[in-house]
T-cell receptor
Framework: GAGVSQTPSNKVTEKGKYVELRCDPI?????LYWYRQSLGQGPEFLIY????????DSGLPNDRFFAVRPEGSVSTLKIQRTERGDSAVYLC??????????FGSGTRLTVV | DAKTTQPNSMESNEEEPVHLPCNHS???????IHWYRQLPSQGPEYVIH???SNVNNRMASLAIAEDRKSSTLILHRATLRDAAVYYC?????????????FGQGTRLTINP
């Protein structure tokens, strides 16, 4: 497709479980970003990849959060031992050079 | 990260122009001014960006002050579909400053 694809669109998990969120960026976009957004707030930066490597992971809140992009395309955000406070919409975006970001529609994560 | 200041909310009427202000008094010489908007239940959408000169595209115009300490996003003829939260963001070029840092944005309401 032409846009950024995120799967699943909705995920409900129990407290303490492990989850993986997937992002398919626009083909050829070298930069990939993960954000999370709580209700009524602006998106909060988590991590940024340039190619396969994490160029900036300063937004990851703690070591339960981890992201990979092994082949420089698809990325997976992994959350261990989920907590109710992790409930949010997780957004992925990609970009090429100085162009604007293209965001996906997000994954709504609910931890019960 | 360089900061921007925007009004929390604005209201306008359909088919009238809308001027959304943004202050960024601490902008550095290499920071680009980016605007994004977020419609309800969607990811943010790129609107426009610029460095020094005014910019126009099919969605909007960006007017940048001569000292670059403020800018204005102009929607020439608002429609109901323009109701969204509008974010003004500075994006740098150096490592660590390339990520978009979202604030609270301006919630734009369009009256029919």
């Amino acid at each position: 497709g032409a846009g950024v694809s995120q799967t699943p669109s909705n995920k409900v998990t129990e407290k303490g479980k492990y989850v993986e969120l997937r992002c398919d960026p626009i083909s050829g976009h070298t930069a990939l970003y993960w954000y999370r957004q709580s209700l009524g707030q602006g998106p909060e930066f988590l991590i940024y990849f340039q190619g396969t490597g994490a160029a900036d992971d300063s937004g990851l809140p703690n070591d339960r959060f981890f992201a990979v992009r092994p082949e420089g395309s698809v990325s997976t955000l992994k959350i261990q031992r989920t907590e109710r406070g992790d409930s949010a919409v997780y957004l992925c975006a990609s970009s090429l050079g100085e162009s604007g970001y293209t965001f996906g529609s997000g994954t709504r994560l609910t931890v019960v | 990260d360089a900061k921007t200041t925007q009004p929390n909310s604005m209201e306008s009427n359909e088919e009238e122009p809308v001027h959304l202000p943004c202050n960024h008094s601490t902008i550095s010489g290499t920071d680009y001014i980016h605007w994004y908007r977020q419609l309800p239940s969607q990811g943010p959408e790129y609107v426009i960006h610029g460095l020094t000169s005014n910019v126009n595209n099919r969605m909007a115009s960006l007017a940048i002050a001569e000292d670059r300490k403020s800018s204005t996003l102009i929607l020439h003829r608002a429609t109901l579909r323009d109701a969204a939260v509008y974010y003004c963001i500075l994006r740098g070029l150096i490592q660590g400053a390339q990520k978009l840092v979202f604030g609270q944005g301006t919630r734009l309401t369009i009256n029919p």
